[in-house]
Each structure stands twice: as structure tokens, then as C-alpha cells.
């Protein structure tokens, strides 16, 4: 059950665009689209931002989005915003009946 | 709407049980799988527990199995977690989740378990 790879921090002008990647193996993000992102603020619990790879739940801006490939998944956050400052985190459905996490991601908007 | 409220955490000293509770509600409990998730101090999220909708099957992380036990009380809409042989490495805040295949739907505000002597 190791993590999944995110990098540690990314960062981004308001307005830009970033990407974080999420990588497994064929065992979880390779195996399934069940691949989900959830951000994080300071002192809160984490929020679904999309689910099944690419799916957007409702009240979620279209800022957001998903993608996979192979056994690497990415979160594209684009126009970025002040709010948009968090941490994120990707998981994963494993071939094993478990769940795995990443390690996590700081956005930091400068 | 969806909400779970934790309760049971607590100071426990190394080698000590707890039992952590998750009331739901704003939503069909019997219908719905549902997850325990920690956060230490500080770290990343860590997948810890899943019991299917019925309780019909369990499953672990293996950082707890033997450990920790999961189970539901759906007349009840409660969720549990049985801590025990608590290790310092144990300490961490307890999200209760409302669960699907993909993951991860709704989450409670979390409980915190600190193990200390």
C-alpha cells in the first residue's frame, strides 16, 4: 500500500494555469478510472474536487479539471485564484479492495 | 445536506483502546459505504477503513489491520471504529467519510486521537 507520487508544492501567478501529477502503478491509478482530487484548506476537512478521473461535482468551478494517462493522473487548475491556495491530495481504488492517498501537494498562489 | 459528526477521540496512553462513533445524517445511511480516513499532525491523508453498505464485508490498511475494527449500526445511522493497541504513530485526526468505489464523497469535520504517555 505505498502512496501514490505527488510533488511536495507547485505554484502559480493569479491567472495561470498549473497541473499536479498523481502516479501510481497498474495496481491503482493504471487499473481503474477511479482515480479522485480533494483539496484541503488550513484546519478543515478535505473537499471532493473531481471524481472518476475527470468529473466535476456539482459546485465545483469549471476551473478544475482531470485527466489520466497510463498510470499518472493530473489536476489542471486553471485561472488560477487567491482560494485556490490549499493542499491537494489524489487517491486511488487498488487492485487489493484498498484505497490509496498521495502524499500531497501545496498550491501556493503568489 | 450530508452530515457526519465524529465523537470518541481522546488522550489514550500506548497500548489503549478507543471507540470512535460518526452520527450521519441528510442522507440514506443503509445505502451508502462508508470510510475512516486519518491525518497526523501536519502529514498527508492515509486511507484506514471501509465497510460496504450492509456490513457485509470489511476492509483495512494494512498499518491497522488486526488492530482497528470497523462497524455499523444502520437503524442507528452510526459508524464505529474500534481503536486499540494504540501506537504513538496512531496519533492523528479520524475523518468519518461517506463512501462510493471511486473514493471519497463527504466528510465529517474529523475527531482527534493523540497517544501519549
Known amino acids: 500500500q505505498s502512496a501514490l507520487t505527488q510533488p511536495a508544492s507547485v505554484s502559480g501567478s493569479p491567472g495561470q494555469s498549473i497541473t499536479i501529477s498523481c502516479t501510481g502503478t497498474?495496481?491503482?491509478?493504471?487499473?481503474?478510472?477511479?482515480v479522485s482530487w480533494y483539496q484541503q484548506h488550513p484546519g478543515k476537512a478535505p473537499k471532493v474536487m473531481i471524481y472518476?478521473?475527470?468529473n466535476r461535482p456539482s459546485g465545483v468551478s469549471n476551473r478544475f479539471s482531470g485527466s489520466k494517462s497510463d498510470n499518472t493522473a493530473s489536476l489542471t487548475i486553471s485561472g488560477l485564484q487567491a482560494e485556490d491556495e490549499a493542499d491537494y491530495y489524489c487517491?486511488?481504488?487498488?487492485?487489493?479492495?484498498?484505497?490509496?492517498f498521495g502524499g500531497g501537494t501545496k498550491l501556493t498562489v503568489l | 445536506q450530508v452530515q457526519l459528526v465524529e465523537s470518541g477521540g481522546g488522550v489514550v496512553q500506548p497500548g489503549g483502546s478507543l471507540r470512535l462513533s460518526c452520527a450521519a445524517s441528510?442522507?440514506?445511511?443503509?445505502?451508502?459505504?462508508m470510510h475512516w480516513v486519518r491525518q497526523a499532525p501536519g502529514k498527508g491523508l492515509e486511507w484506514v477503513s471501509f465497510?460496504?453498505?450492509?456490513?457485509?464485508?470489511?476492509h483495512y490498511a494494512d498499518s491497522v489491520k488486526g488492530r482497528f475494527i470497523i462497524s455499523r449500526d444502520s437503524p442507528k445511522n452510526t459508524l464505529y471504529l474500534e481503536v486499540s493497541s494504540l501506537r504513538p504513530e496512531d496519533t492523528a485526526v479520524y475523518y468519518c467519510?461517506?463512501?462510493?468505489?471511486?473514493?471519497?464523497?463527504?466528510w465529517g469535520q474529523g475527531t482527534l486521537v493523540t497517544v501519549s504517555s
Open positions: 497498474s495496481s491503482d491509478v493504471g487499473a481503474y478510472n477511479y
Open positions: 487517491s486511488s481504488y487498488t487492485r487489493s479492495t484498498t484505497w490509496v
Open positions: 441528510g442522507f440514506t445511511f443503509s445505502n451508502s459505504g
Open positions: 472518476e478521473v475527470s
Open positions: 467519510v461517506k463512501g462510493a468505489f471511486w473514493g471519497f464523497v463527504s
Open positions: 465497510i460496504m453498505y450492509d456490513g457485509s464485508e470489511e
